[in-house]
């Protein structure tokens, strides 16, 4: 009951964000439906005031939810005897996997399971291993999820700006559209400090998670999961051992077009470098080259074809250089990307051949320098920007709780073909 000041029992969360500010909650009511809290939620800027003026928003929130109930009571008359505890925001059905139950599993506390849910620290590693294991194989779904701050996290395992910058632009078109701020995390660095991007995210609490070019094993897959924290994978590098939606492009079909042009433009030699075979994307590129020569007669040479260790610059200078130097050189060189391209655009140089006199090159991704380079490359273009819009789409619509109605969803790759490619010399 109120005393005579007014005052009552202190209601309401006040929670600091990294930015300073301060977020009030208060509870408001229990959806009839889904049976999941709902909140009044309101933030306050940070400053030397913000403090008294998040206390003045937290009565203000409790009394416009007092005046709801009061108004719902009036038109429906007193509510149903509670059917469960005080304070519960329901009653978990029998046999339902609870925080206490894992803990019991896991041999340890339900504030270690709690710290493991959360990605808080002092937990030992080998603690946290083993009771990620048993949220893993329980499939534990936490009842109530806190509150997500309205962030997208996008994850990249090294920042490539060619690709980083286009893809983050089309996800902040979609983000931007629902007052929602996307965020990034590089997981290379995060890996060479020794610390896990998913236990980092935990603690940032993000609406949703995209991955680009990256596999994760399937403990963090399942700390995202157990946490209410939809994931899509952007081009993953491998096939996931869990259910993901993931966004790609057309690589098989692009690199098909490629290879078509070459064998349009009277090429019959033609040498393949692809990227390391164990990512997705190299494999359907190799085996869109393939199709294409098999279907014209003109099957390709095991000796005209190198694997790169990446795809990287190097890959194209030290593979182009030896393709170049054969007896018999090809005449025409598809790389697995445009980075590899450029590569053998300076091994050419090297070794004093011509581009497309002496030899046609094309590449991949269709970044900024293939327009810059000399000449301008023939290159199959990728639409990243669409790409990072249409992961942001799917993550945003699962956090709504909408099933996806595809699993996988390739956008088209266009052949851009410029001043790389030309019939080979004598045709």
């Given at each position: 009951?109120?005393?005579?000041?007014?005052?009552?029992?202190?209601r309401?969360e006040?929670e600091?964000l990294p930015s300073?500010s301060?977020?009030?909650?208060v509870?408001?009511?229990?959806?009839?439906?889904?049976?999941?809290?709902r909140?009044l939620?309101?933030?306050?800027?940070?400053g030397?005031t913000?403090?008294?003026?998040?206390?003045?928003?937290r009565?203000?929130?409790?009394?416009?939810?007092?005046?709801r109930?009061?108004?719902?009571a009036?038109v429906?008359?007193?509510?149903?005897p509670?059917t469960?505890?005080a304070?519960?925001?329901h009653q978990r059905?029998?046999?339902?996997?609870?925080?206490a139950?894992?803990?019991?599993l896991?041999?340890?506390?339900?504030a270690?399971?709690?710290?493991?849910l959360n990605?808080?620290?002092?937990?030992?590693q080998?603690?946290?291993?083993?009771?990620?294991?048993?949220?893993?194989?329980?499939?534990?779904r936490?009842?109530?999820?806190?509150a997500r701050?309205?962030?997208?996290?996008v994850?990249?395992y090294?920042m490539?700006s060619?690709?980083?910058?286009?893809?983050?632009?089309?996800?902040e078109q979609?983000?931007?559209?629902q007052?929602?701020?996307?965020g990034?995390?590089?997981a290379?660095?995060?890996s060479?400090?020794?610390?896990?991007?998913?236990?980092?995210?935990l603690a940032r609490?993000?609406v949703?998670v995209?991955?680009?070019?990256?596999?994760?094993?399937?403990?963090?897959?399942?700390l995202?999961a157990?946490?209410?924290i939809?994931?899509?994978?952007?081009?993953?590098?491998?096939?996931?051992e869990?259910s993901?939606?993931?966004?790609g492009?057309?690589d098989?079909?692009?690199?098909?077009?490629?290879?078509?042009?070459?064998l349009?433009?009277g090429?019959?030699?033609?040498?393949?470098?692809?990227?390391?075979?164990e990512?997705?994307?190299?494999?359907?590129?190799l085996?869109g080259?393939?199709?294409?020569?098999?279907?014209a007669?003109?099957?390709?040479?095991?000796?005209l074809?190198?694997?790169?260790?990446?795809f990287a610059?190097?890959?194209?200078?030290?593979h182009?250089?030896?393709?170049l130097r054969?007896?018999d050189?090809?005449?025409a060189?598809?790389?697995g990307n445009?980075?590899?391209?450029l590569?053998v655009?300076e091994?050419a140089?090297?070794?004093g051949?011509?581009?497309p006199?002496?030899v046609s090159?094309?590449g991949?991704?269709?970044?900024?320098?293939?327009l810059w380079c000399?000449?301008a490359m023939t290159?199959?273009?990728q639409?990243f920007?669409?790409m990072?819009a249409?992961a942001a789409?799917?993550?945003?619509?699962l956090a709504?709780?909408?099933?996806?109605r595809?699993?996988?969803?390739e956008?088209?790759?266009?052949l851009?073909?410029?001043?790389s490619t030309a019939p080979?010399?004598?045709?």
């Amino acid at each position: 009951m109120p005393g005579a000041n007014g005052s009552r029992r202190v209601r309401g969360e006040i929670e600091t964000l990294p930015s300073g500010s301060l977020r009030v909650r208060v509870y408001a009511s229990l959806d009839p439906v889904t049976r999941k809290r709902r909140y009044l939620m309101e933030t306050v800027p940070a400053g030397p005031t913000a403090a008294e003026e998040a206390e003045a928003v937290r009565a203000r929130l409790v009394s416009e939810v007092d005046q709801r109930r009061a108004t719902a009571a009036t038109v429906t008359g007193p509510p149903p005897p509670q059917t469960t505890p005080a304070g519960r925001g329901h009653q978990r059905r029998q046999g339902e996997m609870t925080v206490a139950r894992i803990a019991r599993l896991a041999n340890v506390s339900t504030a270690t399971v709690s710290k493991v849910l959360n990605g808080r620290s002092g937990v030992a590693q080998q603690t946290r291993d083993q009771v990620e294991a048993v949220l893993r194989q329980h499939r534990y779904r936490r009842p109530e999820m806190p509150a997500r701050a309205a962030t997208i996290e996008v994850v990249f395992y090294g920042m490539l700006s060619h690709l980083a910058i286009a893809i983050m632009q089309g996800v902040e078109q979609v983000a931007s559209t629902q007052k929602i701020s996307v965020g990034f995390t590089d997981a290379r660095l995060q890996s060479s400090a020794g610390r896990s991007w998913a236990h980092d995210l935990l603690a940032r609490r993000p609406v949703g998670v995209i991955t680009v070019h990256l596999t994760f094993p399937p403990e963090q897959h399942a700390l995202l999961a157990a946490n209410g924290i939809p994931l899509v994978a952007l081009d993953p590098t491998g096939e996931p051992e869990h259910s993901v939606p993931s966004v790609g492009a057309a690589d098989w079909n692009g690199a098909l077009a490629a290879a078509r042009h070459l064998l349009h433009l009277g090429h019959r030699r033609i040498a393949a470098i692809t990227g390391p075979t164990e990512r997705l994307c190299a494999r359907a590129r190799l085996d869109g080259i393939r199709a294409a020569l098999d279907a014209a007669g003109v099957p390709l040479e095991p000796r005209l074809t190198r694997t790169g260790q990446w795809f990287a610059f190097e890959d194209g200078l030290n593979h182009g250089r030896e393709l170049l130097r054969l007896v018999d050189p090809p005449t025409a060189i598809m790389c697995g990307n445009d980075l590899q391209a450029l590569g053998v655009y300076e091994a050419a140089r090297r070794i004093g051949l011509r581009i497309p006199d002496d030899v046609s090159v094309v590449g991949f991704d269709d970044i900024s320098p293939t327009l810059w380079c000399g000449p301008a490359m023939t290159t199959v273009r990728q639409p990243f920007t669409e790409m990072g819009a249409t992961a942001a789409s799917l993550v945003l619509a699962l956090a709504a709780g909408h099933a996806p109605r595809h699993e996988r969803v390739e956008l088209a790759t266009t052949l851009i073909v410029r001043d790389s490619t030309a019939p080979p010399t004598g045709h």
